[in-house]
């Protein structure tokens, strides 16, 4: 509220530039955080389970201010206190593995760190895939880092979290996502929705799934071989 009158779409809109301005350096360094985290849990689950590091990729991102407009912008700009309220995917990762075994697991596992703080319940859409097809499981997490802050004219340090949304999928399902993302999401943003288009995707995407369940025996050849070698080594 602003003395007492709602606020109008432009002041939200200057509040969350301000909100955007104010903390940029705090997000990248919450992004490098989060990837780190990511990074140190990856490294961890493809060690106990035979696999090469690259098994398990981390990438992360700090949404830029006009997409960040665009999305409070979809959502009809609702009041907000803070626009992470709102917008919850302002720092992303996608977590993206070879095998889609991989994807339950590692989830447990960032469920089970004590450095990451997951909020509410996750949203599978690998069980239940969309109607696009797109497929990956969502988790919002909450990360820990030290806000600097210049009040009085002396500098304080506080500590702070701020949500992340974290994506896991294969990387089969990523490069479906990867591909279609310009061609649907943003033609359904633009208005344009077409049945027959989507119904191709939604088939592309069960072929890529049912690849996916396919590959799971190069996974267990690799770990095989992973075991033998690790046998002659002893």
């Not at 999928?169 to 344009?192: S, V």
């Not at 989507?198 to 770990?223: G, H, P, W």
Request: proline content about 3%.
């Amino acid at each position: 509220m602003n003395n007492g009158k709602p606020l109008d779409t432009e002041e939200l809109k200057n509040r969350a530039i301000r909100f955007f301005d104010k903390y940029r350096q705090d997000l990248e360094q919450i992004r490098q955080l989060l990837s780190i985290r990511l990074t140190q849990l990856a490294l961890a689950y493809t060690m106990e389970n035979n696999l090469p590091p690259e098994a398990v990729a981390i990438l992360t991102r700090v949404k830029p201010l006009k997409s960040f407009l665009k999305k409070l912008e979809q959502k009809g700009w609702p009041l907000f206190y803070c626009p992470t309220e709102i917008v919850q995917d302002l720092i992303g990762a996608r977590v993206i593995c070879w095998f889609i075994d991989d994807c339950e697991r590692i989830c447990q596992l960032i469920t089970s760190s004590k450095h990451l703080r997951i909020q509410g319940e996750r949203k599978d859409y690998i069980k239940k895939p969309k109607l696009s097809g797109y497929r990956s499981i969502h988790l919002l997490a909450h990360v820990g880092y030290d806000s600097v802050q210049r009040k009085n004219e002396k500098i304080v340090i506080t500590d702070e979290t701020m949500v992340c949304e974290i994506q896991v999928r294969t990387k089969l399902q990523d490069a479906w996502d990867d591909i279609t993302h310009e061609f649907h999401y943003k033609a359904k943003g633009a208005g344009i929705d077409d049945k027959v288009y989507e119904k191709k995707l939604s088939e592309i995407a069960e072929r890529l799934a049912n690849e996916d369940y396919s590959l799971l025996t190069l996974r267990n050849a690799y770990q095989e071989l992973a075991n033998k070698g690790r046998g002659k080594n002893r």
